[in-house]
């Protein structure tokens, strides 16, 4: 069935280091991956996504990669900072009708 | 433009309750989902629906749980005779479009408890 995976699930960093989540999905159709943030007791929430007509989208310090071909993308975080701390979900569609996620990674920035 | 809105936010209930949860997506967004996460773990989603139609049920248990998007009024996810193993946040998003063009927009949670 359709399968998001992503890695890993538990990422501690330097503040001021870089981050970097990966996600892989299976469902060749898939053409709209976007990443979403969760704070502790929050909602998620969209930070930034990308189509499948460009390989990648930058938005200041956050960047999406997208590998088609390998059915993988990136979530790049720059310059990290200790309120990006937090849960990041990679979702794509699965389907014509709904959106899966991945499991989760959960970020430290370290002080 | 108020945002989606989920009430109860927290919902206690003894095992064999029911638990009634209610979802108002953003106006002019005419698609639902709900997801359920458990504690440290992803979005699971459960089912999507449009108003009147349910469109995909496939992650939802098929017994005990059932969802509605009514013509007038929220949409209602029921869970009946709850046992402890429901316990979890669940999470309404809802988006103008189909899921291969646009966001979703979640609401804060409703975090059932089970005793």
């Known amino acids: 069935g359709e399968n998001v995976e992503q890695h890993p699930s538990t990422l501690s960093v330097q503040e001021g280091d870089s981050a970097v989540i990966k996600c892989t999905y299976s469902?060749?159709?898939?053409?709209?991956f976007p990443w979403y943030k969760q704070e502790l007791g929050k909602r998620p929430q969209l930070i930034i996504d990308?189509?499948?007509?460009?390989g990648e989208k930058k938005d200041q310090r956050i960047a999406v990669t997208l590998n088609k071909t390998a059915k993988h993308f990136s979530l790049h975080i720059t310059e990290t900072q200790p309120e990006d701390s937090a849960v990041y979900f990679c979702a794509a569609p699965a389907g014509d009708d709904k959106i899966i996620f991945g499991k989760g990674t959960r970020l430290h920035i370290l002080p | 433009n108020a945002g989606v809105m989920q009430n109860p936010r927290h919902l206690v209930r003894r095992r064999g309750q029911e638990a009634r949860l209610r979802c108002s997506p953003m106006?002019?967004?005419?698609?639902v989902y709900w997801y359920r996460q458990l504690p440290e773990e992803g979005l699971k989603f459960m089912v999507y629906l449009q108003k009147e139609n349910i469109i995909d049920e496939s992650g939802m248990p098929k017994e005990r749980f059932s969802a509605e998007f009514p013509k007038e009024g929220p949409s209602i996810l029921r869970i009946q005779q709850v046992v402890r193993g429901d316990s979890a946040a669940y999470f309404c998003?809802?988006?103008?479009?189909?899921?291969?063009?646009?966001?979703?927009?979640f609401g804060e949670g409703s975090r059932l408890t089970v005793l």
């Open positions: 990308i189509r499948s007509n460009v």
């Open positions: 469902d060749s159709a898939s053409n709209y």
């Open positions: 998003a809802s988006s103008p479009r189909t899921v291969h063009t646009g966001e979703l927009f």
């Open positions: 106006k002019g967004h005419s698609h």
